[in-house]
């Protein structure tokens, strides 16, 4: 083997010689890229990454805080790089809070009749719709209280699966108002195929009805040809 043009020496006999007995054993698990972000914690009590807020306890506002997010989790760092909180990553527009992240009136607000009694009915309706009310509630839940009555009132007028499509519709474009989400449910009503009476029914014709494909046999083909013509 020709030797090192430096070190004067054979690079197989010198690993074995004096690295490989200093090498580590190699880890359980795969080394895990990672996105690193400096954040600011918002006056409302949330940092963004992506499109995603996650909540933090009110001593963070205004802190410079370092993010970490992987593909599972995000994870949140003070100054000193001492974990704070760690979060199931999520994605879209949407609102991730802990209620304990919150002052004590907050949370009591979210834990009263009127707020439960919403939460509930929205779980009745589907996952989606339950996500959406949450993030209007947190962390203003009496502001917003009356926007999400109305919002229920909404859905009691249309079927499960129409309010759960203008929920996830309403989270991706952050629409958190009663016209916006009335305008999202009424939209696909003009997509839907008209309402027929008993009455029109009996006049429906399918396409199949106005094609004609004549056959041989078929005495039509023998009037007027031009043979015929000529005689």
């Known amino acids: 083997m020709t030797r090192h043009g430096t070190t004067g020496e054979k690079p197989w006999e010198c690993f074995q010689a004096t690295e490989q007995g200093v090498l580590g054993v190699l880890p359980q698990q795969a080394f895990e890229l ?12 949330y940092v963004q990454f992506e499109k995603t807020y996650y909540s933090l306890p009110q001593r963070y506002v205004g802190h410079r805080l370092c993010l970490r997010a992987d593909a599972r989790q995000i ?22 809070s802990d209620p304990a992240d919150f002052p004590v009136h907050i949370q009591t607000m979210m ?3 009127s707020v439960r009694q919403i939460r509930e009915q929205a779980r009745g309706v589907g996952p989606d719709t339950t996500r959406y009310l949450e993030t209007l509630l947190t962390p203003h839940a009496m502001q917003n209280l009356r926007k ?15 309010v759960e499509t ?3 519709q309403a989270l ?23 309402p027929l009476s008993s ?3 009996p006049f429906i014709r399918s396409g199949d009805y106005f094609t004609h494909t004549p056959n041989s ?5 023998h009037e007027n040809t031009p043979s015929d013509q000529a005689t």
């Open 166 to 168: 203008a929920a996830r």
């Open 217 to 221: 046999s078929d005495p039509l083909l």
């Open 34 to 45: 990672a996105d690193w972000k400096a954040v600011r914690v918002h006056p409302y009590q």
């Open 148 to 162: 999400a009555m109305g919002i229920l009132s909404l859905a009691e007028k249309h079927s499960p699966q129409l």
């Open 199 to 201: 009455e029109t029914r």
């Open 75 to 96: 994870e949140l760092y003070d100054e000193g790089f001492s974990l704070i909180k760690c979060f199931p990553r999520q994605s879209g527009r949407r609102r991730v």
């Open 172 to 194: 991706a474009a952050s629409i958190f108002h009663y016209k916006g989400f009335r305008a999202l449910l009424e939209a696909p009503q003009t997509e839907r195929p008209i």
């Open 111 to 113: 834990n009263s009749y």
